[in-house]
């Protein structure tokens, strides 16, 4: 019995997880999958020579060359006459999985290193409750961290679902495989790796840092005649999008804040406003167990583990370098959450070993806190962010539909002109969207009494009203003034003969205001079904908006498109 409910409780955060993805997937593409996957398809026909592929491949995306992103995006329309982005994310999830079975093994294989000196490198047998058996128990707050919707933007971003969820997934790969004693393979892989994301060319490095480690100098070698050809390549022509200067990040201040954007991003699952330095002090105390293990060469006990928390805070300090402008909150953005959720996780499972190695009486006490603490994590984030999930895949219908019928997308900054080049994509065949039905997308009436909060006002445009196939569409974006927009609650009346009746409404970002930065999640669209009360040429609209505790309502009249 107890062996049924330890199966069911793992297998419950990782079936959510799937599911969700399975659901919410959605083929159409999101802002920098335009540059990246849209652009290179639609060019990648006047490349006639290898070297013109190449160079397509490589060409960057802000700081990255997303070179495994085109590659997929390509093999699926050779495969299937066009490209579909849900299998963007369909990748990304099954990269996903790769790290968690990597996870498990890497606490189940011995180092064959060790093996050969006599010297058990994995959990104990004179550990009872920590040994193969009884792993389950003690894997539990990994599955329930990375399965988690903190993360919500990789599972559903192509090309983030990918990249971002692929870097460390290979990084892993090819430190298990080194520690399998399978270096080819680990060489390989570390080398598609580097093609992945910006933290894909820290693999190479780490596995020769590894082997020299472990006193294996012939495979340094071998790496090292690998790695500098590769990263040689991987530089040609690179361009820093910003950069601040070695000099200024070396100013004390500089230095310290540099620390707390680090710390602040490792510690980020736990990020609330109410306590902004609970992050920093989970992200510190990490970085200080990272340092314990190095004295203790834990990379002697399990390299795979010890390396991939190396990868893991070296990509922190990556993007905190990236970032050195901002303050602690930008780290917390949700593309990079699977980041920090592999990081925990990696960290945990280092914490139990030790525990175990050292036999510390209070093990199974600290492993079921962990189970607690790790389900409550999953429990709350799966129920806060799932509206967001719902939202993100709206967006992509909405945007869907502007696009189809009447040539615009939002969702996209408009200097990369993504209408024109999705349409261009189209054309030729490559990419074959459903035709999204307004009945399906219709606006549902709502009881609704607009109530604003003292000295708020709207603001708004409205930059479409049409008469569609029975229905009057209305769209455009609306804030309470003066307030940060996020996911906010949008409602159009119109006023009939007997009185204003309100409307729910579409959501969809806006990345082609001015302040797309602020106002990016103020879109939306109605879609409301004419009656022959209906006047549509001059019907008087209404438009009220809820952010969080703010409201603001205007009535308003909009002249009919022509």
């Known amino acids: 019995m107890k062996r049924w409910v330890l199966m069911g409780l793992a297998l419950l955060p990782v079936l959510y997880y799937v599911v969700t993805v399975l659901t919410y997937a959605y083929d159409f593409p999101y802002m920098d999958d335009y540059p990246t996957v849209v652009d290179f398809l639609n060019r990648l026909p006047t490349a006639t020579t290898v070297g013109q592929k190449v160079g397509l491949l490589m060409e960057q995306n802000n700081f990255h060359r997303l070179v495994l992103v085109k590659l997929i995006a390509w093999l699926d329309v050779l495969l299937t006459g066009s490209v579909d982005f849900r299998l963007l994310q369909y990748v990304g999830l099954a990269l996903l999985l790769l790290t968690a079975g990597l996870l498990w093994q890497s606490m189940t294989t011995p180092n064959p290193l060790l093996a050969k000196e006599g010297t058990s490198a994995t959990l104990p047998n004179e550990a009872p409750s920590l040994t193969r058996r009884g792993l389950g128990v003690v894997f539990l707050p990994a599955l329930f961290l990375l399965f988690q919707f903190q993360g919500w933007n990789i599972a559903f971003w192509g090309i983030v679902a990918v990249s971002n969820v692929g870097a460390p997934a290979l990084a892993l790969l090819a430190f298990w495989l080194a520690n399998r004693q399978q270096p080819v393979w680990a060489i390989g892989v570390g080398l598609v790796a580097l093609f992945t994301n910006g933290n894909g060319i820290l693999v190479l490095p780490l596995l020769i840092g590894g082997w020299a480690m472990q006193g294996r100098w012939r495979w340094v070698l071998a790496t090292l005649a690998v790695t500098l050809p590769a990263l040689w390549f991987y530089f040609q022509h690179y361009e820093n999008p910003a950069g601040p200067s070695l000099g200024t990040l070396l100013r004390p201040e500089k230095l310290m804040h ?25 992200g ?20 795979t583990l010890f390396w991939l928390l190396v990868f893991l805070h070296l990509s922190g300090l990556m993007l905190a370098v990236n970032r050195i402008q901002n303050d602690t909150s930008i780290v917390f953005a949700s593309r990079y959450r699977n980041i920090t959720a592999l990081h925990i996780a990696a960290t945990y499972l280092t914490v139990v070993q030790v525990l175990a190695q050292r036999r510390v009486r209070w093990q199974t006490a600290f492993v079921g806190l962990a189970v607690l603490g790790t389900s409550g994590l999953w429990g709350v984030s799966n129920w806060t962010y799932h509206s967001k999930i719902v939202r993100f895949r709206e967006l992509k219908q909405t945007d869907n539909l502007l696009w189809q019928r009447y040539g615009q997308i939002r969702a996209c900054a408009p200097q990369y002109q993504p209408a ?17 039905s307004l009945t399906a997308l219709q606006s549902q009436p709502i009881a609704l009494t607009p109530a604003t909060t003292p000295g708020d006002s709207l603001q708004y445009a409205v930059d ?4 569609d196939s029975g229905f009057l569409v209305v769209s455009g974006w609306a804030k309470v003034a003066g307030r940060k927009a996020n996911f906010n609650d949008t409602y159009v009346g119109v006023q009939t003969s007997g009185g204003w009746q309100y409307y729910t409404t579409l959501f969809h970002q806006r990345l082609d205001n001015d302040d797309s930065a602020n106002d990016k999640d103020t879109g939306f669209t109605a879609i409301i079904p004419l009656t022959g009360k209906m006047d549509a040429a001059s019907l008087p609209l209404a438009i009220f908006v809820k952010s969080g505790r703010f409201s603001a309502f205007k009535v ?3 002249d009919k498109d022509k």
Not at 263 to 282: D, E, K, R, S
Not at 284 to 303: A, E, F, H, K, Q
Not at 464 to 467: A, C, E, M, T
């Open 284 to 303: 510190s105390s990490t970085l200080l167990w990272m340092i314990y293990l190095l004295l203790i060469r834990y990379d002697r006990t399990n390299p």
């Open 420 to 436: 024109s080049r999705l349409s261009e994509l189209a054309q030729q065949g490559s990419f074959r969207p459903e035709m999204p």
């Open 556 to 558: 308003l009249k909009v």
């Open 258 to 282: 540099l620390l707390a954007l680090d710390t602040a991003f490792l510690g980020a699952l736990v990020y609330h406003p109410a306590v902004a330095w609970l992050p920093i002090a989970l």
């Open 464 to 467: 479409l009203k049409r008469v």
